[in-house]
């Protein structure tokens, strides 16, 4: 089942970023429930949006739940599609089970805005080198989503 994600994923991802090669992608995000209603993904994405917002790029990033897709729609992500995943071999929680209706994900995209509030669609660059806002951007990530895990 998992197997099919990446096609899946990578052809609405293409048609939504409409050729753009340049982008963020947010792969995963999570929070303790211990620690959930207190905003912790929320202020995560916004940090990373302003990173995103300052290259200019759009981010890319999955729901698996209604709970995540709400919050990232929240922090102004759109919905692309739907993805159902393992259709009539697993139920919505991803077990077994025979005409099941498969495991949804959420494909969802941020664009950054201009003053005027439209889309800034960026311009490919040819030089493919990571920018150090990249690279301290999903540290940053990373680090965020360590600290909401544990």
């Given at each position: 089942?998992?197997?099919?994600?990446?096609?899946?994923?990578?052809?609405?991802?293409?048609?939504?970023?409409?050729?753009?090669?340049?982008?963020?992608?947010?792969?995963?995000?999570?929070?303790?429930?211990?620690?959930?209603?207190?905003?912790?993904?929320?202020?995560?994405?916004?940090?990373?949006?302003?990173?995103?917002?300052?290259?200019?790029?759009?981010?890319?990033?999955?729901?698996?739940?209604?709970?995540?897709?709400?919050?990232?729609?929240?922090?102004?992500?759109?919905?692309?599609?739907?993805?159902?995943?393992?259709?009539g071999v697993v139920d919505a929680d991803g077990k077994k089970k025979k005409g099941g209706d498969g495991v949804v994900t959420r494909a969802m995209i941020w664009w950054p805005r201009g003053a005027d509030g439209e889309k800034l669609i960026p311009v490919e660059?040819?030089?493919?080198?990571?920018?150090?806002?990249?690279?301290?951007?999903?540290?940053?990530?990373?680090?965020?989503?360590?600290?909401?895990?544990?």
């Amino acid at each position: 089942m998992l197997g099919d994600l990446s096609p899946k994923v990578d052809a609405v991802k293409a048609r939504a970023l409409g050729g753009q090669k340049r982008y963020y992608y947010v792969f995963f995000t999570a929070t303790d429930a211990a620690a959930r209603g207190k905003g912790l993904c929320s202020k995560l994405i916004k940090k990373f949006q302003d990173i995103a917002r300052k290259d200019g790029l759009p981010i890319w990033i999955e729901g698996t739940t209604d709970n995540s897709a709400n919050v990232y729609s929240k922090c102004g992500f759109e919905l692309v599609e739907r993805i159902t995943l393992g259709k009539g071999v697993v139920d919505a929680d991803g077990k077994k089970k025979k005409g099941g209706d498969g495991v949804v994900t959420r494909a969802m995209i941020w664009w950054p805005r201009g003053a005027d509030g439209e889309k800034l669609i960026p311009v490919e660059e040819k030089n493919e080198a990571w920018s150090v806002s990249s690279i301290i951007s999903g540290l940053l990530l990373l680090s965020a989503v360590y600290v909401a895990v544990y």
